[in-house]
C-alpha cells in the first residue's frame, strides 16, 4: 500500500520562490522513480520533473528554475521552485513508479498560485 502526501503549496508573487515536499509511505523513495506533474485549468496534465538514480530531470520550461532532490532518511521527494512565473500556476501532483513501471501512484495535489 503507497500513499503520497504533499504539503508546502500556496500563494507566491512572480519571481518568488516555493518548496514542495511529497512525503511517501509503503515505498522507498531512493528505490523509486519519483516525479512531479502538474495540471492548470482546461489544460492537460504536464511533466514537470522526475528524479531516478542517474538524477533528475525536467521539462523545459522549468529547466533551470525547478530543482527536485530526495531525502531518503525522510522518505521524502522535494521540489523547490524559484523565480515563479504566473505560467507556472497549477495544482502540482506527486508521483510514484516501481522500476521499470509506470507511474502507478499518485498524490492528492496541492495548488501552487503565482501572482503578477
Known amino acids: 500500500q503507497v500513499q503520497l502526501v504533499e504539503s508546502g503549496g500556496g500563494l507566491a508573487q512572480a519571481g518568488g520562490s516555493l518548496r514542495l515536499s511529497c512525503a511517501a509511505s509503503?515505498?522507498?523513495?531512493?528505490?523509486?522513480?519519483m516525479g512531479w506533474f502538474r495540471q492548470a485549468p482546461g489544460k492537460a496534465r504536464e511533466f514537470v520533473a522526475s528524479i531516478t538514480s542517474s538524477g533528475g530531470y525536467y521539462a523545459n520550461s522549468v529547466k533551470g528554475r525547478f530543482t527536485i532532490s530526495r531525502d531518503s532518511a525522510k522518505n521524502t521527494v522535494y521540489l523547490e521552485m524559484k523565480s515563479l512565473k504566473p505560467e507556472d500556476t497549477a495544482v502540482y501532483y506527486c508521483a510514484s513508479a516501481a522500476r521499470g513501471g509506470s507511474y502507478d501512484y499518485w498524490g492528492q495535489g496541492t495548488q501552487v498560485t503565482v501572482s503578477s
Open positions: 509503503g515505498r522507498t523513495v531512493s528505490n523509486s522513480v
